[in-house]
């Protein structure tokens, strides 16, 4: 079975949201910065994956290593070598050039190095070294920095990429429903990584504010003007970005209130706030599965609480 190593990286403020991220998407822990799975998932998905190593061969020291790839006669026009430095620091770094030479040395096409047709990767993790073909996160997703329609609210592009992923695991296949889009920041990524994903907004010039984003990057995906309690769709996920309110009892209460309508109509949710809703939410009958925390920069001085929840059907 085909083995990937994969690279994560991360600020130390969205730690618990990554480990979040991850658990969701491999079903398990995840504890270091570089892992191995034979799960294949797109290396732009996370917005922490930074490398995606598709395993060739591995052997205990380089020399093997290179022995086991000229034995192949890899006959590839066009390939490059990167070396991957996953742990800091990394005393082979230095090596790097004369490590990714061997290595082509070994090839019997040519390399090119500024417009390669394919990029092989080379690491060692835990006295261990690794050939394959090496992918990196696009980062394309980061042009919706710049849409056109914006609060200074908005969750952060990683926060809303990781929370689609926390929603529905990485599968495309689901739908998803963000009855709380605002201008849209979760469906932009929704959109970019191929979710099937619906918007609703209660206020019509957010509401066409976040049609506009959509457009803007040519998205074809639809935003409901409406209240969320008259949904009555039923979808895979919902992601809910809760109104930013005080604390205040009234706030609260329309804030349950949307909770209440987001398991109404979806299996899964995923639900963010800026205050403290864990014993409210639990009294409201949802299972709390996953749980994490996020802050929108290093001030720390955004917080979001992040449930992940499953509805009890019967009180549904
Ligand atoms: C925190 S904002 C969402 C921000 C959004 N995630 C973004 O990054 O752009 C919450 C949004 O929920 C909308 N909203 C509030 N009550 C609602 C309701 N009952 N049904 C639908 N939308 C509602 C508000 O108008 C507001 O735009």
Known sequence: MTQYMY??????????????????????????????????????????????????????????????????????????????????????????????????????????????????????????????????????????????????????????????????????????????????????????SGYDITGCEINYKVAMKARDNLKHYGYKGQVIHKDIKDLDEYYDAAIVDLPYGNSSESDEIDMMDIIHHAARISKRQVLVSSIDLTEKISAKGLVIVDRAVVYKNKSKRFMRYIWVCEGKEENY
């Open 7 to 192: 690279y994560i990286n991360y600020q130390d403020y969205e730690k618990d949201l990554c480990d979040l991220e991850m658990r969701a998407l491999f079903n398990r822990p995840i504890e270091t910065k570089a892992f191995f799975s034979n799960l294949r998932i797109d290396e732009s998905l996370s917005p922490y994956f930074k490398s995606r190593l598709e395993i060739l061969h591995e052997a205990n020291n380089l020399e093997d290593l290179i022995q086991k790839i000229s034995k192949k006669n890899y006959l590839v026009e066009g390939f490059k070598v990167n070396y991957l430095s996953i742990i800091k620091p990394d005393p082979i770094n230095k090596d790097r050039k004369a490590i990714t030479k061997a290595i082509g040395y070994a090839f019997e096409g040519l390399p090119s190095f500024d417009h390669p047709v394919i990029t092989y990767g080379v690491t060692h993790n835990d006295s261990k070294w690794y050939f394959g073909i090496l992918v990196y996160n696009t980062m394309h997703w980061k042009k919706h920095k710049s849409k056109p329609n914006s609060y200074s609210s908005s969750l952060s592009l990683n926060t809303a990429k990781a929370i689609l992923n926390v929603a529905n695991r990485g599968d495309t296949s689901k739908k998803i429903i963000d009855p709380c889009c605002g201008v849209g920041t979760v469906l932009l990524e929704g959109h970019f």
